[in-house]
C-alpha cells in the first residue's frame, strides 16, 4: 500500500504538509491569491500544516503517492519534471517530485 504525502511550495521551498482538509474557496482565494492549489471537493480547497515548524495552515500544491516499499535511487530530472499529483520512490521521499514545474517558474519571475 502506498503512502500519500502532501506538500505545499508558496514559499518557494517544499514544506510536507499533515492533516490535509477541505477550507472553503472563498476564504483559500482571499488568503492566497493568485495560488492554485489542489481542490478538496467542489466547493473546497486542500489545505494543511507543517509536519514541523510552528507556522499556520498552508495550501497543498502537491499531492504525491509515495511507494511503500521504494527503490530510493537518486532524484533525478524524470523526479523533478514529474507529475505533481504523480507517484514517487525517491530518497527525497517526495519532497522534489515535481518541483521542477515551480523553480522554473520562480526562475522565470
Request: positive net charge; contains cysteine.
Amino acid at each position: 500500500m502506498a503512502n500519500i504525502k502532501y506538500f505545499s511550495d508558496v514559499t518557494g521551498e517544499a514544506v510536507q504538509l499533515k492533516a490535509p482538509y477541505g477550507m472553503p474557496n472563498e476564504e483559500f482565494a482571499a488568503r492566497w491569491p493568485g495560488i492554485k492549489g489542489l481542490r478538496y471537493d467542489g466547493y473546497s480547497m486542500r489545505v494543511g500544516y507543517p509536519t514541523s515548524g510552528t507556522s499556520g495552515v498552508m495550501p497543498v500544491t502537491r499531492m504525491i503517492e509515495y511507494k511503500s516499499q521504494p527503490s530510493l535511487h537518486e532524484c533525478n530530472a524524470k523526479c523533478l519534471d514529474g507529475k505533481h499529483n504523480g507517484k514517487c520512490e525517491c530518497r527525497c521521499g517526495g519532497k522534489n517530485h515535481g518541483f521542477g514545474m515551480f523553480s522554473g517558474l520562480l526562475k522565470a519571475a
